[in-house]
Nanobody, 118 residues
Framework: QVQLVESGGGLVQAGGSLRLSCAAS?????????IGWYRQAPGKQRELVAT???????NYADFVKGRFTISRDNDKNTVYLQMNSLEPEDTAVYYC???????????WGQGTQVTVSS
């Protein structure tokens, strides 16, 4: 059974930083698989933040470019999201998402809350 477990969320002041982690188990995600981060703020739809797409190409939402960086440790089967210069608008539940190449099943983690105070 594939599981994605996020960690690293919390409360931070505007301008601060957090590093989120997503540890995968039950399967090994290779560089050709899609894995990354989405977020959902109260009353809003879930939106893409940053992902590794097919062949390891990174894809960032415009609102995080230059502030957030996605990275991965293949040996640990873990994906990270380094978030700098956080803004109150970044407050949301952040979810890890993954899909293996050639398959249609999407996997989601349980989410981790990020709250940025002004």
């Amino acid at each position: 059974q594939v599981q994605l477990v996020e960690s690293g969320g919390g409360l931070v002041q505007a301008g601060g930083s957090l590093r989120l982690s997503c540890a995968a188990s039950g399967t090994t995600f290779s560089p050709i698989d899609t894995i990354g981060w989405y977020r959902q703020a109260p009353g809003k739809q879930r939106e893409l933040v940053a992902t590794f797409t097919y062949a390891g190409i990174t894809n960032y939402a415009d609102f995080v470019k230059g502030r957030f960086t996605i990275s991965r440790d293949n040996d640990k089967n873990t994906v990270y999201l380094q978030m700098n210069s956080l803004e109150p608008e970044d407050t949301a539940v952040y979810y890890c998402n993954a899909k293996k190449w050639g398959q249609s099943q999407y996997y989601w983690g349980q989410g981790t809350q990020v709250t940025v105070s002004s």
